[in-house]
């Protein structure tokens, strides 16, 4: 997913990357798709699958697990944005990370 110059603000580097993931809400599974890139302030999902009514939606609080971490290693994300194949999220709870949440 390119993104066209001068469109976006970044707080840091966006560093392209391919790791599968899946998505959760409220313990659930509700997505699974792969990253896009990521930066040290969130990350760009391609949603693959959705199985929620309207989870992935911005202002959302998920839980995402890459299929490359340990066992129970979750990522705590905020949705800033949503389009028709992906989200951007930013990470709460990280010293570097810029949520409203």
Known sequence: MPHPPGTERRKSERIPMSVGL??????MLVATGMT????EHGLCMRIEEDFSDDELGPGRHLDVMLDESPANQWLPVWVVRKWQDGVAACFIGLETGGCPA
């Open 22 to 27: 899946r998505v959760y809400a409220y313990g």
């Open 36 to 39: 896009v890139d990521m930066s």
